[in-house]
C-alpha cells in the first residue's frame, strides 16, 4: 500500500538554486495538492490539480511550478529559491474534489531548508 | 479569501482529562473535515460533517458541526497518550479546496 510518496524526505538548498520535488500515488486519483507547512502553522494550499494536464493556484503560489503530465505524477519545481521558502511541503491526493467530501491523502512530507 | 481559525494553539492535559478544540470560520462551509497529525508525521484524516448541526463520534472522539455551519469542534474524553498530536480542522466552502487552520497542538502528561 504506497499511497503517496514523496521525495526526497530531507534537502538542504543553497539560496538561488532550484530543485524538484516529487510526488506520485498509485491510487488512481484525479486530485492532488501541494502544501507547505511551517513551524507550528496550519497548511498552506501552494498549487493543485483536478486531473491530467490541468493545474490552478492555491493561497501561495509565488516562487512555485507545478505539472501535471499523468494521473500519477505531480512535481512540485522551486525556482530561485529562497530562505522563505524554508518549509516542510506535503503532498495529497484525493478521489475528487473537496465539494464531494472526499478525504485528502498526504505523503509523509518533504523538510526542506535554504541557506 | 475564506478563513478558518482554531482555538486554542496549544494545549496540555493531564492523562484522563478531556480536551477540546475550536474551528471558526470567516464564511458558511459546505463541510468540514477534521485530521490528526502526529509529531513529525503527516496529517491523517479523521472524519468529514456535512449536515448542519450534525454530530459524529469515533469511541472517545466526539465531532460538531454548528447550525450556521460555520463552526466545529472535536473533544476528547478522557485523554490517552496516544492521542499525543496536532488536530486541524479543515473547511470547505464548495470549492475544490480545503481552507486548513492553523491546528491545536495536544500534549499530555502521563
Known amino acids: 500500500n504506497a499511497g503517496v510518496t514523496q521525495t526526497p524526505k530531507f534537502r538542504i538548498l543553497k539560496i538561488g538554486q532550484s530543485m524538484t520535488l516529487q510526488c506520485t500515488q498509485d491510487?488512481?486519483?484525479?486530485?492532488m495538492y501541494w502544501y507547505r507547512q511551517d513551524p507550528g502553522m496550519g497548511l498552506k494550499l501552494i498549487y493543485y490539480?483536478?486531473?491530467?494536464?490541468?493545474?490552478d493556484k492555491g493561497e501561495v503560489p509565488n516562487g512555485y511550478n507545478v505539472s501535471r503530465s499523468t494521473t500519477e505524477d505531480f512535481p512540485l519545481r522551486l525556482e530561485l529559491a529562497a530562505p522563505s521558502q524554508t518549509s516542510v511541503y506535503f503532498c495529497?491526493?484525493?478521489?475528487?474534489?473537496?465539494?464531494?467530501?472526499?478525504?485528502?491523502?498526504f505523503g509523509d512530507g518533504t523538510r526542506l531548508s535554504i541557506l | 479569501g475564506q478563513q478558518v481559525m482554531q482555538i486554542p494553539q496549544y494545549q496540555h492535559v493531564q492523562e484522563g482529562e478531556d480536551f477540546t478544540t475550536y474551528c471558526n470560520s470567516s464564511?458558511?462551509?459546505?463541510?468540514i473535515q477534521w485530521y490528526k497529525q502526529r509529531p513529525g508525521g503527516h496529517p491523517v484524516f479523521l472524519i468529514q460533517?456535512?449536515?448542519?448541526?450534525e454530530v459524529k463520534k469515533q469511541k472517545r472522539l466526539t465531532f460538531q458541526f454548528g447550525e450556521a455551519k460555520k463552526n466545529s469542534s472535536l473533544h476528547i474524553t478522557a485523554t490517552q497518550t496516544t492521542d499525543v498530536g496536532t488536530y486541524f480542522c479543515a473547511g470547505n466552502t464548495g470549492g475544490q479546496k480545503l481552507v486548513f487552520g492553523q491546528g491545536t497542538r495536544l500534549t499530555i502528561n502521563p
Open positions: 495529497a491526493s484525493g478521489k475528487t474534489g473537496a465539494t464531494n467530501n472526499q478525504p485528502q491523502h
Open positions: 464564511t458558511t462551509l459546505s463541510n
Open positions: 491510487m488512481n486519483h484525479n486530485y
Open positions: 490539480s483536478v486531473g491530467a494536464g490541468i493545474t
Open positions: 460533517l456535512v449536515k448542519s448541526g
